[in-house]
């Protein structure tokens, strides 16, 4: 016969202790997911401090994001760009991501979602691997955007909404002054006003393709953006012009074999309008648009240095941000934006 529970006692009061404890304890990991919910569709924009970080700095506010967040906001507005949208299509759909995804490429989200605009592959959107690529994403966004009639004149949560059908529309709303702030630095209103830091000091790790980058500016801005890469002069190299200065070559020859070596990791994007355009020379907006755009892909692209305008942003001095420039690397146009990467 079983021995019966006993009803008083330590013994009577420890599995009601476990019982307790148990139910405090999944008290707490609900609260806990609750409070990773909260951050990834409430909050996430930006690092810690310490990490790598991008910042925007204008008149009347001041952003700061990871660099993937840098990236992958440059690339929805290059998208924008190659559409010839204005800079009100750029901030709807920043503040659309910011919501939907902290503007992270994640691959989850509510049942299907995933992707930058929480995109569903069961709704019509693309496949998986399409809604995973910021560039398609972007363009589905803008696709259902610019169907809505005056969608520039409308409240951002309206437009947002229209396209995304959320079951939260009014959540769009909080971000609308960052996503206007981060708009017009990347759309080049406020040249200079994007930059980055690194963690490490600034150290840019070797391997760097030009090739690579000029693949990625035409697919983002699209083929008439026409980078290039610069040829050098002769076959100097940086190692070279540094070996003869120690057999007594002139500093003007060291100096040449350096740009000689830089010239051949560095693309060169005209800010020029494509079809030469009445203005002739540079669009300031439109190289300021390119040059930001090259800074917050430095992590991922390996970018060293990125000149325009008389001024540059270099990996080993991130720090300081846009300082004035030492002058145009030889064989780039002085309307150009030049984009050196790390070899």
Not at 239 to 262: I, M, Y
């Amino acid at each position: 016969m079983p021995k019966p529970m006993p009803t008083s006692g330590p013994a009577a009061r420890a599995p009601k202790k476990r019982g307790r404890a148990a139910r405090v304890l999944t008290a707490a990991l609900v609260l806990l997911g609750v409070a990773g919910y909260a951050a990834y569709h409430y909050g996430g924009i930006g690092g810690g401090p310490g990490h790598a970080e991008c910042t925007v700095a204008v008149e009347g506010g001041t952003l700061r994001l990871e660099p993937q967040q840098a990236a992958n906001a440059s690339t929805i507005a290059a998208v924008a760009s190659s559409r010839g949208l204005p800079e009100r299509a750029v901030a709807i759909a920043l503040a659309t991501t910011m919501q939907e995804s902290a503007l992270r490429n994640i691959n989850h989200g509510d049942r299907d979602s995933m992707g930058l605009f929480q995109q569903r592959p069961s709704q019509g959107w693309g496949t998986a691997a399409q809604i995973m690529d910021p560039v398609y994403a972007s363009n589905e966004f803008f696709d259902g955007l610019v169907k809505i009639q005056g969608y520039s004149r409308l409240p951002l949560t309206v437009a947002a909404q229209r396209v995304q059908k959320s079951g939260y529309p009014q959540a769009y709303a909080k971000h609308e002054g960052d996503a206007v702030l981060l708009a017009a630095a990347l759309t080049g209103r406020h040249g200079g006003a994007l930059t980055c830091t690194a963690a490490d000091g600034g150290r840019t790790v070797a391997g760097g393709d030009p090739a690579r980058v000029r693949t990625r500016l035409v697919r983002e801005f699209g083929p008439d953006v026409a980078p290039r890469t610069m040829a050098a002069a002769d076959p100097g190299t940086e190692a070279g012009a540094k070996r003869d200065a120690k057999n007594g070559d002139t500093p003007e020859r060291v100096k040449g074999g350096a740009q000689q070596a830089a010239g051949r990791r560095t693309v060169a994007v005209p800010s020029a309008p494509a079809d030469g355009g009445a203005r002739g020379g540079g669009d300031a907006r439109r190289g300021w648009e390119l040059a930001q755009w090259a800074v917050a892909h430095a992590h991922e692209l390996k970018v060293e240095k990125v000149a325009f305008a008389h001024r540059e942003w270099s990996a080993a001095a991130s720090g300081e941000g846009w300082t004035k420039s030492n002058g145009a690397d030889s064989g780039a146009a002085a309307e150009d934006v030049r984009i050196t990467v790390a070899q």
